[in-house]
């Protein structure tokens, strides 16, 4: 069967085979530090469920496991505002927490997860883990302590990133062409 998005895509970034093998790595440093400590993994969807499936597959550790809806985009630029889409929070106080995302953009919507968290339930240590980081100057001080791959400043999607909610399926990791752009602005 043809491959239909790959007409979409203007510059592949990273293939499914290389984005795997940092996974491989980076579960393995996760395992050694969390190997003698309760660990609570919370992922922020949608963006990080592709990656949050492959990684945590890779962590042979008892972990539990929340996630939480959290949305910051529409198209391709940040509203600059988090919108919850629950308001639970998870019971973690005294645990760990590693926190998962997709990407560490502006860093608004860590910064407001890891407070939320460390204020409202008490956990004992929150760190996180993207599997992206943009190269952007960001003005609150966040930052990952895990971070797959550090990217240029450019707009892409793929392995649980989207544009407008599609694309997330991608098995790899791209940039789009403009038609494709166009044909999914809303
Ligand atoms: P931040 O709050 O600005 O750090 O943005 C984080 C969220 O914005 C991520 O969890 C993504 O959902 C979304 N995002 C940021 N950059 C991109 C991108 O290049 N492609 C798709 N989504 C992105
Ligand atoms: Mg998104």
Known sequence: ?????????AKVLYHESTILSRLDEMAHRITTDYRDKDLTVIAILNGSVIFMADLLRRIPLPLQLDSWS????????TTGKI????TRVADVSGRHVLLLDDILDSGLTLHSIREKILLEAGAASVKSCVLLRKNVSRARE???????FDIPDEFVVGYGLDYNERYRNLPFIGILNKEAILRHAR
Request: hydrophobic share 45%; proline share 0%; glycine share 8%.
């Open 83 to 86: 919108e919850f889409r629950q």
């Open 142 to 148: 966040v930052d990952a302590d895990y971070v797959g």
């Open 1 to 9: 069967m043809d491959f239909l998005m790959l007409a979409d895509i």
């Open 70 to 77: 959290v949305s910051s985009y529409h198209g391709t630029k």
